[in-house]
């Protein structure tokens, strides 16, 4: 033991007695690097604010109104250091790590929709649903809906309104609820797929459905429906009606979307609304093979419109008048002696994903394209686009 430490607890020992033997803190007297006072009690008051309001109050959303509101600049460490001393953070020792999982996200807008309900009860006492539609690439809120309860119908028919809305998406990614897929049960009214099934098929969208037990698959409609939650609890007035929950769903969707921060972009900026533009790119053009039989349109003519015709960097809804000149990669019906093909009806410029004209010149021994793909065992599918169908 160091001789200057023993005279110092013998000088401790004079003056204090047993008291000097005691443990004492290392924290130095003075920290000249510290945040004032008034701006830790601004921190715990934000706290309190934003969770009374219903919604998320963790430290990344208190440092963006601290910049934002109040010119205060603070570390979301420090904010979760002095969360922590004020006793207002839970510890959850058992609770998994954010770190432990696989985050992932769509690259594009559109190229994945994320769908779940839950439940919330009325003032009343009755039990209602609640539907979503969530951009996986943006988290933009597509649709919120209130059902007594949600059906298959139900399902698919927001499903119909938010692609009029936003446009036709490449995915979907739900659970194996009984609302959004019936294929692996074959309870279906129609060879086992039911109403949003059929629909996805008709659109040529893949369906991904998340393992049994795995909620965390769709971990960003999931925790969606948590913000919406806590703040439908913290409104004053609780609705009694279907109406009057669904009037507060539509104030939380644009409060969501376009007011409060979140992070799964840019930090502090609004969430930008996925356009109708469909992340499949269009193929290179081909020319049109003279049609031998029927009526066939020829090459002079113009192309129909597609449902969803490509302009410049965005693709307009069908909703919206289309252009004199659509630039969309979908072409007209064209009969041949062999038999009478369609290309994709829509594409987009910035994709991975590709899809094969069938307008090229034919293979004389099979008739397929010369540049049409083959699946894995050497086949060309019935929908002559190289794709598997919708199993």
Request: charged residues 20%; hydrophobic residues 30%.
């Amino acid at each position: 033991m160091n001789r200057s430490w023993v005279y110092k607890l013998k000088a401790r020992y004079e003056a204090e007695g047993e008291a000097a033997f005691e443990a004492r803190s290392r924290r130095p007297k003075t920290s000249p690097t510290a945040i004032p006072a008034a701006t830790v009690e601004l921190i715990v008051r934000l706290r309190n604010e934003l969770a009374t309001a219903g919604h998320d109050a963790g430290p990344d959303t208190i440092a963006w109104h601290l910049q934002h509101r109040h010119d205060i600049v603070v570390s979301v460490a420090t904010i979760s250091r002095y969360l922590t001393r004020a006793g207002l953070v839970t510890p959850h020792p058992k609770k998994r790590p954010k770190s432990s999982y696989i985050r992932f996200q769509a690259a594009l807008p559109n190229e994945t929709w994320q769908s779940d309900f839950t439940h919330y009860r009325l003032a009343d006492g009755r039990d209602l649903e609640i539907l979503t539609w969530l951009d996986d690439h943006s988290r933009y809120a597509l649709s919120i809906t209130a059902h007594n309860p949600v059906t298959a119908d139900a399902v698919a028919n927001t499903f119909r309104r938010t692609v009029t809305s936003h446009g036709i998406p490449a995915s979907t990614l739900t659970d194996n609820g009984m609302v959004f897929t019936t294929r692996l049960s074959g309870r279906g009214r129609h060879g086992g797929r039911n109403a949003l099934e059929h629909e996805l098929r008709r659109l040529h969208v893949s369906q991904k459905n998340s393992s049994p037990g795995h909620p965390t698959t769709c971990g960003k409609v999931e925790r969606f429906q948590q913000t919406m939650k806590n703040w439908l609890r913290a409104q004053p007035v609780q609705p009694a009606t279907l109406a009057e929950l669904q009037q507060l769903l539509d104030q939380f969707q644009g409060e969501y979307n376009h007011r409060r921060p979140h992070r799964s972009l840019r930090t502090g900026q609004p969430r930008q609304p996925p356009t109708p533009a469909n992340p499949r790119p269009c193929p290179p053009p081909a020319a049109t093979p003279t049609p031998t039989t029927g009526s066939a349109t020829t090459g002079s003519t113009k192309p129909a419109a597609s449902p969803s015709a490509t302009t410049a960097d965005y693709t307009t809804s069908a909703s919206a008048e289309p252009t004199p000149e659509p630039t969309s990669c979908s072409s007209s019906r064209t009969s041949t002696s062999a038999s009478s093909t369609r290309s994709p009806a829509r594409c987009s410029a910035n994709s991975p994903w590709t899809r094969t004209a069938t307008t090229n010149p034919a293979e004389p021994s099979t008739g397929r394209p010369l540049d049409q793909p083959r699946n894995d065992k050497g086949r060309t599918h019935a929908n002559g686009s190289g794709l598997s169908p919708i199993s």
